[in-house]
């Protein structure tokens, strides 16, 4: 960790933070921590699921704004967008378009607390950026540097869709509309004709949907063969393993 005090008529205070060395995610939440009226944030990617918590949690004493790129908040099982809208954060997608109108990405990793503080950098609230990637975080004392960002926040605010909701998820029973919606989550209604459990994952297939498997990471699977379930997953295909359902969830 670095820190830098500058001495002008507006006193200046930086920090700076490398991951995975300097444990990051814990500043973002003692900063957090210390909020007293107000968080904005603009995030391209945002998955880690303590920081959304934070937040959450801020979003019942604060005002807390949640700005997010629209291509990576999407509900692939790893974005908390929705999580942080059913928890009463007001979460809006940052539409972005160049002199053309072509659409570009909100690639921002900021967030502004309480008029007065900065959080910057290459750091996405991602768990790989803080413990995996090399990347930096910057913590800026400043009211005229402060001021430049939560105006470009507000632009984007103003400029993004509204506030994000839930979408509904489909159900579906078959092989047509398990191929449909790759890379969505979905909920898969049928009975299962057989289970094999690995070392650390188990493959639950369905009857009547062929070269199709439920993948669940744990062995705690409590359905047998010929149970009738609904289960949500998300549905990939690679050439490696298939197509394939991520479990997610089953529903009651």
Not at 102 to 110: A, E, L, R, S, T
Not at 126 to 136: D, F, G
Not at 148 to 159: A, G, P, Q, S
């Given at each position: 960790?670095?820190?830098?005090?500058?001495?002008?008529?507006?006193?200046?205070?930086?920090?700076v933070?490398?991951?995975p060395n300097?444990?990051?995610?814990?500043?973002?939440l003692?900063?957090?921590?210390?909020t007293k009226?107000s968080v904005?944030?603009a995030m391209?990617?945002?998955?880690?699921?303590k920081?959304?918590?934070k937040?959450a949690e801020?979003s019942k004493?604060?005002?807390v704004?949640v700005l997010?790129?629209?291509?990576?908040?999407n509900?692939?099982?790893f974005?908390?967008?929705?999580?942080?809208?059913?928890?009463n954060?007001?979460?809006?997608?940052?539409?972005v378009?160049?002199r053309r109108?072509?659409?570009?990405?909100?690639?921002?990793?900021f967030?502004v607390?309480?008029d007065k503080?900065?959080i910057?950098?290459?750091?996405n609230w991602?768990v790989?950026a803080?413990?995996?990637?090399?990347?930096?975080?910057v913590v800026?004392?400043?009211?005229p540097?402060?001021k430049?960002?939560e105006?470009?926040?507000?632009?984007l605010?103003?400029?993004g869709?509204l506030n994000?909701?839930?979408k509904?998820?489909?159900?579906?029973s078959?092989?047509n509309?398990?191929m449909?919606?790759?890379?969505k989550?979905?909920?898969?209604n049928?009975?299962?004709?057989?289970?094999?459990?690995g070392?650390?994952v188990?493959f639950?297939?369905?009857?009547?949907?062929?070269?199709f498997?439920?993948?669940?990471?744990?062995?705690?699977v409590i359905?047998?063969k010929?149970?009738?379930v609904k289960?949500k997953?998300?549905i990939e295909?690679s050439e490696?393993?298939g197509?394939?359902?991520?479990?997610r969830?089953?529903?009651?």
């Amino acid at each position: 960790m670095l820190i830098f005090v500058f001495s002008s008529l507006s006193s200046t205070t930086v920090d700076v933070y490398f991951s995975p060395n300097d444990h990051v995610r814990s500043h973002i939440l003692r900063l957090l921590d210390n909020t007293k009226k107000s968080v904005d944030v603009a995030m391209f990617s945002f998955t880690d699921m303590k920081l959304a918590k934070k937040i959450a949690e801020l979003s019942k004493r604060f005002k807390v704004r949640v700005l997010l790129d629209p291509r990576n908040a999407n509900d692939n099982g790893f974005s908390k967008a929705y999580f942080l809208s059913d928890n009463n954060v007001n979460v809006r997608y940052a539409k972005v378009l160049d002199r053309r109108g072509i659409p570009g990405i909100m690639h921002d990793k900021f967030a502004v607390i309480d008029d007065k503080t900065v959080i910057t950098g290459s750091y996405n609230w991602t768990v790989s950026a803080n413990l995996r990637n090399n990347e930096n975080l910057v913590v800026i004392r400043n009211k005229p540097i402060e001021k430049l960002y939560e105006n470009e926040f507000l632009m984007l605010w103003r400029n993004g869709t509204l506030n994000v909701k839930h979408k509904s998820i489909e159900t579906i029973s078959t092989k047509n509309e398990i191929m449909n919606n790759i890379g969505k989550v979905v909920i898969i209604n049928g009975k299962i004709r057989g289970i094999r459990k690995g070392r650390s994952v188990v493959f639950v297939y369905f009857k009547g949907i062929k070269r199709f498997k439920m993948v669940v990471f744990n062995n705690s699977v409590i359905w047998k063969k010929g149970d009738n379930v609904k289960l949500k997953a998300l549905i990939e295909n690679s050439e490696r393993y298939g197509l394939e359902g991520i479990y997610r969830g089953q529903i009651k």
